[in-house]
């Protein structure tokens, strides 16, 4: 099974851009890559994926490294109601994802 | 509006007493999961489902079961609770559980044992 790593917390201030990191050197090349966020007292929701191309969409933007071994999701404009807990879970299996303790986004006002 | 409904929000039980937690989604999903949340363990998977009648263990299934008896609906049960599982509780679901797809979660069932 694929492992990622990404850092414990991370900062941000309030309306810039903000970019999370995570390692997945172990990925398959068919895997896709899915970020996931973690809202105060709320289950995890969807953020994006993709396979190998960048990927935008209206909540953020994917960039994937052409080895495909690390991706970076980008928030362009950081506001308050983005601070979470951040996840790239990796594929477990056949069918479930990996959400480990992902990174908390704190945004400063 | 899609989503995946569980409940009960909050439950305080007593060791042994069997309780059910429901989750319920209006997206005709076929695929549907539970997951249990600790701190510094991240979620972790009890039981998935890939359609009606069809259930298989996750990573920490032991002291729970499942039933899927219509596509809607993927009910937890826990026949007799012990303290080790109180915990923050997430049901999922997707289309087919397929590679590419998202999950969608609820809002959550904070469990405690006493």
């Known amino acids: 099974d694929a492992k990622t790593t990404q850092p414990n917390s991370m900062e941000s201030n309030e309306e810039e851009p903000v970019h999370l990191p995570c390692n997945h050197s172990?990925?398959?090349?068919?895997?896709?890559i899915h970020w996931y966020r973690q809202l105060p007292s709320q289950g995890p929701e969807y953020v994006i994926h993709g396979l190998t191309s960048n990927v935008n969409n209206r909540m953020a933007s994917l960039a994937i490294a052409e080895d495909r071994k690390s991706s970076t999701l980008i928030l362009h404009r950081a506001t308050l109601r983005d601070a979470a807990v951040y996840y790239c879970p990796p594929r477990e299996g056949a069918n479930n994802l990996f959400f480990g303790t992902g990174t908390r986004l704190t945004v400063i006002p | 509006e899609a989503q995946v409904t569980q409940n009960p929000r909050y439950l305080i039980t007593v060791t042994g007493k069997k309780l059910t937690v429901t989750c319920s989604q209006n997206m005709n999903h076929e695929y549907m999961s539970w997951y249990r949340q600790d701190p510094g363990l991240g979620l972790r998977q009890i039981y998935y489902?890939?359609?009606?009648?069809?259930?298989d263990k996750g990573d920490v299934p032991e002291g729970y079961k499942v039933s899927r008896k219509e596509k809607r609906n993927f009910p937890l049960i826990l026949e007799s609770p012990s303290p080790n599982q109180t915990s923050l509780y997430f049901c999922?679901?997707?289309?087919?559980?397929?590679?590419?797809?998202?999950?969608?979660f609820g809002s959550g069932t904070q469990l405690s044992v006493l």
């Open positions: 172990t990925i398959s090349g068919t895997d896709y």
């Open positions: 489902s890939m359609n009606v009648e069809v259930t």
């Open positions: 999922a679901s997707s289309l087919l559980g397929g590679r590419h797809e998202k999950l969608f």
